[in-house]
């Protein structure tokens, strides 16, 4: 009897024993005379399932988890092959309520597809986003990523179609396309889910951008603490060169895009542009002033479109079904989906692929299940370190960019991270100015010193040393780093410990050497 079994190679489920438990699969069955082939997969993103395994059978496929190594005798014993009865048995995984809720977009191909195959890829639809491209001029293809409201998923939310045409517009022998891969956000896993298990998809969309702004060559900047990312994206660029999908004649059509992968060297402050560009560059990751901006003047001075995985990893769906297609999701300005990354004390972490306007409740509660503990819900921070902390009565705004900003709160990479209410919020908010303090490239005062000082100053704020005092010291440097940091590292430390300090006041007073010494 011959099988398939797909096995998930996401480092989630590496860590939790995917490896182990694919090779005591093909060893079992094998023992019991199966003919048993084993794909492995990225993550469908329910990540408290995993390692999650799936057969295919005739009515589709199957799925079970999480599986232990302990587990594989009885699976296989029970009728792992044809889908038989286990207590692991979760059935066919597209109709579980997590991820027939969703909008999977973007995240269609995610632990259904071999993610270092072009032809499972192409299989399931892979390219042809790049096919109705290249039907295109560069003007049509930009004008698709315009119309279809997509913002960049970065953080930053800047229409990708206005800094698409700049660099289609820019006037230049020779143009980049680069790709922000350096995922630091606490709480955040989207990108390296992506390039796990669909990178394919990522390259697409950075091919579909290098024809629009006549780009021919393109870097993926990728975070070091991803190597099998980086595995797994080397090996899907030099396949996609040898299928004809990259390098001099893409697809036959005469275009050149020539791909690689750099790994940075572990600093948060990477995810900022113009640092990248400058650790690309092989220098120290400093920010850059602006202007001028890289759109015009990028890497090596040249145009450069910098986007994130998921702005990139959008755009096949776009020009495969239309800008309206993509822009039929979401809300107001805020149009498609957005990757939600559901983490923190948490019952059921994982990734959420959803249009733009859920609630964070929903996301929490109907997604998420409540905190791991048990225990009530304190504080939701969204939108990583510099994301602010919402309390309760907040949790009814929707994830949308104009929603967000008017709570002073930001959607950031799409993280979520949950706090249950034994959470120290004078803490977190010293926290946000001692992340700061670690990871601020140094180039301007405001960020450098003042988050510095501000550790200090939350220091005696949490020994009770003049708590009234010192919180207006902390305000007084929030609004020197708001107003005169050059990027968003210190323009946003602000947002978190503000936050934390007008939401949750009661963590700020009556403190004293009892609370320190109780630490």
């Known amino acids: ?21 694919a090779r005591a699969l093909f060893a079992g069955a094998e023992r019991r005379g199966l003919d048993v082939t084993i794909v492995r997969t990225g993550s469908r993103g329910m990540l408290w399932l995993e390692p999650m395994v799936e057969v295919a059978t005739p009515e589709g496929r199957i799925a079970y988890g999480p599986v232990t190594l302990s587990d594989v005798d009885g699976l296989l014993d029970a009728g792992l092959a044809t889908g038989g009865e286990h207590a692991l048995r979760l059935g066919d995984p597209e109709k579980m309520p997590y991820l027939a809720r969703q909008h999977r977009l973007t995240f269609q191909r995610c632990g ?18 790049l096919e109705a491209a290249l039907k295109l001029d560069a003007a049509g293809i930009v ?37 922000n891969a350096d995922e630091g956000d606490s709480g955040t896993f989207a990108d390296r889910m992506m390039m796990e298990g669909d990178p394919f998809n990522l390259i697409e969309g950075m091919t579909i951008a290098s024809i629009a702004t006549g780009a021919t060559r393109g870097y993926i900047y990728l975070r070091s603490e991803y190597p099998q990312a980086f595995a797994t994206l080397k090996e899907a660029i030099a396949n996609a060169g040898k299928g004809g999908f990259l390098g001099d004649n893409i697809m036959g059509s005469g275009k050149a895009f020539h791909l690689e992968v750099r790994l940075g060297a572990g600093a948060y402050i990477c995810g900022e542009e113009t640092s990248l560009l400058e650790s690309l560059e092989g220098r120290r990751g400093i920010v850059r002033a602006k202007p001028p901006i890289p759109a015009l003047k990028g890497f090596l001075g040249q145009p450069t479109l910098v986007n994130n995985v998921m702005t990139f990893t959008a755009v096949p769906y776009i ?83 104009e929603a967000m900003a008017a709570k002073k709160g930001l959607v950031g990479h799409g993280g979520i991270v949950v706090f249950d209410d034994t959470v120290d919020m004078a803490k977190q908010a010293r926290f946000a100015f001692e992340f700061c303090a670690v990871e601020s490239c140094g180039k301007c005062t405001p960020c450098r010193i003042g988050a510095t000082r501000g550790v200090e100053t939350m220091d005696k704020v949490i020994a009770g040393i003049r708590p009234t005092e010192n919180l207006a ?24 410990v503000m936050s934390a300090i007008t939401h949750f006041p009661e963590d700020f007073q009556q403190r004293g050497p009892m609370s320190v010494a109780a630490e």
């Not at 119309?147 to 698409?164: C, M, N, Q, T, V």
């Open 473 to 496: 010291i902390v305000a007084d440097l929030c609004d020197v780093m708001t107003d005169g940091s050059l990027c968003a590292m210190g323009g946003l430390t602000p947002m978190p």
């Open 143 to 179: 004008g698709q990523v315009r119309d279809s409201g997509l913002r960049g998923r970065g953080g930053a939310g800047f229409p990708a179609g206005i800094k698409w045409n700049t660099v289609m517009l820019a006037s230049s022998e020779q143009k980049y396309v680069v790709c």
């Open 112 to 129: 259904v597809v071999d993610p270092v195959s072009v032809e499972d890829y192409r299989a399931h639809g892979g390219y042809n986003g």
């Open 319 to 401: 020009l495969e079904h239309g800008a309206k297609a993509y822009a039929d999701y979401g809300m107001g300005r805020s149009l498609g989906t957005l990757a939600i990354q559901l983490a923190g004390n948490i019952k059921h972490g994982g990734l959420i692929e959803y249009a733009f306007g859920i609630t964070l409740r929903e996301i929490i509660e109907d997604f998420g299940g409540g905190t791991q503990s048990g225990r009530p819900i304190r504080a939701v921070q969204v939108g990583g370190p510099l994301g602010a902390y919402f309390p309760d009565h907040l949790l009814d705004t929707p994830l949308d960019y």
């Open 1 to 21: 009897m011959s099988i398939t079994l797909y096995v998930p190679r996401d480092a989630v489920a590496l860590g939790l024993g995917a490896n182990r438990v």
